[in-house]
């Protein structure tokens, strides 16, 4: 069975350029999150949608991040524009619900070099 | 400030010992769970806990979930280097709750 696939897997590019991530989620699940990993911070919640509807933003940093979900098979992440301190490993996670007993599956992230 | 604080950051053991990395925290959870996560990949859950008291075992793996729902542990026993990774736990306050609180991680090291 196909997991949860990210693109691209790495992206360097230069502060105030356009980044977008990529996710498409196992289907049939209708729960997905966009996470970011730091050394400084771990992995925090940037956004949640349950239906292809964002639930809650409140862990996108700032009005640069945004996120969209246009169905069940595919979500975005962009940031514009990128600044050296958004470099991170950036995860898409779905599962089918979203109580604390549901397991995430885990892309396998894209790792954001901003120069 | 974690919610949830894993212990010890860091351990690096011989193959064929064993170890324990904690996870605690002030607050009550409704259920736990325990991820791998491996260079270049994704966490990958390996157990969920939502009873105070309860044991699981998964194989070479046994974890515990506190009495209080406050804490919880898990233990290898002789370790393998394919036990090698970075073990993270992660809490949800009620049991329809979305949001998992990650701690920040132990990395365990299995020297063959």
């Known amino acids: 069975d196909a997991g949860v696939i990210q693109s691209p897997r790495h992206e360097v590019t230069e502060m105030g350029q356009e980044v977008t991530l990529r996710c498409k989620p196992i289907s049939g699940h209708n729960s997905l999150f966009w996470y970011r990993q730091t050394m400084m911070r771990g992995l925090e919640l940037l956004i949640y949608f349950n239906n292809n509807v964002p639930i809650d933003d409140s862990g996108m940093p700032e009005d640069r991040f945004s996120a969209k979900m246009p169905n069940a098979s595919f979500s975005t992440l962009k940031i514009q524009p990128s600044e050296p301190r958004d470099s991170a490993v950036y995860f898409c996670?779905?599962?089918f619900g979203a109580g604390g007993n549901q397991p995430q599956h885990f892309g396998d992230g894209t790792r954001l070099s901003i120069l | 400030t974690q919610l949830l604080e894993q212990s010890p950051q860091f351990l690096s053991i011989q193959e064929g010992e064993n170890l324990t990395v904690y996870c605690n925290s002030s607050?009550?959870?409704?259920?736990l769970q325990w991820y791998r996560q491996e260079p270049g990949e994704g966490p990958v859950l390996l157990v969920t806990?939502?009873?105070?008291?309860e044991v699981k075992k998964l194989k070479r793996l046994t974890f515990q979930f506190g009495d209080a729902r406050k804490d919880s542990s898990l233990h290898i026993t002789a370790a393998q280097p394919g036990d090698t990774g970075l073990y993270l736990c992660?809490?949800?306050?009620?049991?329809?709750?979305?949001?998992?609180?990650f701690g920040a991680g132990t990395t365990v090291t299995v020297r063959a």
């Open positions: 607050s009550v959870f409704s259920s």
């Open positions: 996670a779905s599962s």
């Open positions: 992660a809490g949800s306050r009620r049991s329809n709750d979305y949001k998992l609180s």
């Open positions: 806990v939502v009873t105070g008291g």
